[in-house]
């Protein structure tokens, strides 16, 4: 378990058990920007049932193989795993999956690398289109597609230049495995309403839960590695002005998503957009809930 808490990291792991018969990995699904063949995956294509499905009859193969395979054997041979999590990571679909450690595949081609760090790998999300639409993309001034729905059964893992969408990668996970690979929360208050807390879990909160003081140098335990503030007013002004210029430009990019129909004028749109940018789902409620009478009337005016 690794346990991420703003800047601060706490790791409880041990590289992956000699004798397991699999290899856990990390693959960023897709980067939901505009690939090789001007497409772009929304994330509303990642939506529950999509999810779940490929949870429970998606395979993981290399390099499409799988699907493109000249016959049975070779199709059969490209299957190296399955995915065993999904999760939203910074606005990213990111999934994890068990690599059968003893393929030919996966042995000699795929684990040195892993074992070894070296990032020379890529994943493109693999299936049908099951919705899309053209529309025009300023950036590039040009026409590309737009995918809001997919019939999603396989994650093929290739060599970065290979790969449709540029950007996703994949990497050993060396941590015990389990349901929760990785858990990362903003704060200490999400940590404890939003996920609850375990039994085992109670000692390390009180741990993080000390109370604070305003003599820095009397701190001990985790007061004395928590950050201290030594900003004066000025300073507070200038984040205070930065943020409410981040909030001005992340509503007109939210405005003009929604002129250009790529999402819906609801709770619903607004939640797929801010999870896009990196806004958790309880971020991503809260923030629709709040602005969303005035963008109504901002969008009607």
């Known amino acids: 378990m690794i346990l991420s808490i703003g800047n601060w990291t706490m790791e409880k792991a041990k590289g992956a058990n000699a004798d397991s018969s699999v290899?856990?990995?990390?693959?960023?699904?897709?980067?939901?920007?505009?690939?090789?063949?001007?497409?772009?995956?929304?994330?509303?294509?990642?939506?529950?049932?999509?999810?779940?499905?490929?949870?429970?009859?998606?395979?993981?193969?290399w390099h499409h193989q799988s699907v493109l395979g000249k016959s049975s054997e070779d199709k059969a041979g490209a299957i190296i795993g399955s995915p065993t999590d999904f999760k939203w990571e910074g606005g990213l679909p990111v999934v994890y999956a068990n690599l059968t450690k003893g393929h030919p595949i996966v042995a000699n081609a795929i684990l040195p690398h892993l074992e070894a760090g070296n990032p020379v790998f890529g994943s493109s999300v693999g299936g049908n289109v099951r919705k899309a639409k053209r529309v025009w993309d300023a950036k590039s001034d040009a026409i590309k597609r737009q995918i809001s729905s997919i019939s999603w059964d396989h994650l093929a893992i290739a060599g970065k230049p290979y790969v449709i969408c540029p950007g996703t990668e994949v990497r050993m996970v060396k941590a015990e495995t389990g349901h929760e690979l990785f858990v990362h929360f903003s704060d200490l208050g999400t940590f404890q309403t939003e996920y609850g807390i375990t039994e085992k879990e109670e000692e390390l909160v009180k741990a993080l839960t000390v109370g604070c003081g305003t003599d820095s140098a009397a701190a001990t335990g985790v007061d004395a590695m928590r950050k201290q503030s030594l900003e004066g007013d000025d300073e507070k002004k200038k984040k205070k002005k930065k943020k409410a210029e981040d909030t001005v430009l992340l509503m007109a990019r939210l405005v003009d998503t929604i002129n250009r129909n790529v999402i819906a004028s609801n709770k619903e749109g607004l939640q797929l957009f801010l999870k896009a940018e990196g806004y958790t789902d309880a971020e991503a409620a809260n923030f629709a809930e709040t602005f969303l009478p005035g963008l109504q009337h901002l969008l009607n005016y």
């Open 23 to 61: 290899v856990p990995i990390r693959l960023i699904a897709n980067r939901l920007i505009t690939d090789k063949d001007n497409e772009e995956i929304l994330p509303e294509a990642f939506n529950k049932a999509t999810v779940e499905n490929f949870l429970k009859n998606g395979i993981i193969d």
